[in-house]
T-cell receptor, first 109, second 113 residues
Framework: GQQVMQIPQYQHVQEGEDFTTYCNSS?????IQWYKQRPGGHPVFLIQ?????EVKKQKRLTFQFGEAKKNSSLHITATQTTDVGTYFC?????????FGKGTRLHILP | DTEVTQTPKHLVMGMTNKKSLKCEQH?????MYWYKQKAKKPPELMFV???????INESVPSRFSPECPNSSLLNLHLHALQPEDSALYLC????????????FGQGTRLTVV
């Protein structure tokens, strides 16, 4: 069935460096959502993207939806220790919310 | 109130026990979900309720039995579980089924011994 592939699986960055995670689909998506899950926590909704080529910013986080609505990215500028966690993209399919495998971000002090 | 509340936070149960997980939301959401999450894996959908009716069952074994008593409450009844069922069980809600924004509870960390 339709899935979203997310890369990389893990990322270690030095504090202050930038971080990007990518989400790709083989088919056109109606929308894409991003969630963050802190270690020991639960997924927290960050944003949804609906329009082709859409770019949204939340402070140091920049979210993009591809022109063909088949890919998306989350970019964090100047990472901080509070950014630690797993970032999931998610898609809607047949009334379900289906998650990508996630990118686990580890920050080196 | 944008919270989804789950109880208990932790649960240890034997393979012959019967227990229930509870979930509550007061956001007026009409879709509620149960997800199972193993360590270092994404949440995996189990059940979806829409307007208090079971809409989706992702071929979950019958030892897991969901119930939606009203629009604010969602239960998951557990019976004769296996050790491999140990996981974090997450409840979520959205305005309508297939919603583009889901709110998750803190989860119940279940250990089956």
């Amino acid at each position: 069935g339709q899935q979203v592939m997310q890369i990389p699986q893990y990322q270690h960055v030095q504090e202050g460096e930038d971080f990007t995670t990518y989400c790709n689909s083989s088919t056109t998506l109606s929308n894409i959502q991003w969630y963050k899950q802190r270690p020991g926590g639960h997924p927290v909704f960050l944003i949804q993207l609906v329009k082709s080529g859409e770019v949204k910013k939340q402070k140091r986080l920049t979210f993009q939806f591809g022109e063909a609505k088949k890919n998306s990215s989350l970019h964090i500028t100047a990472t901080q220790t509070t950014d630690v966690g797993t970032y999931f993209c998610a898609m809607n399919r047949d009334d379900k919310i289906i998650f990508g495998k996630g990118t686990r971000l580890h920050i080196l002090p | 109130d944008t919270e989804v509340t789950q109880t208990p936070k932790h649960l240890v149960m034997g393979m012959t026990n019967k227990k229930s997980l509870k979930c509550e939301q007061h956001m007026g959401h009409r879709a509620m979900y149960w997800y199972k999450q193993k360590a270092k894996k994404p949440p995996e959908l189990m059940f979806v309720y829409s307007y208090e009716k079971l809409s989706i069952n992702e071929s979950v074994p019958s030892r897991f039995s969901p119930e939606c008593p009203n629009s604010s409450l969602l239960n998951l009844h557990l019976h004769a579980l296996q050790p491999e069922d140990s996981a974090l069980y997450l409840c979520a809600s959205s305005q309508v089924i297939g919603g583009k924004k889901a709110f998750f509870g803190q989860g119940t960390r279940l250990t089956v011994v």
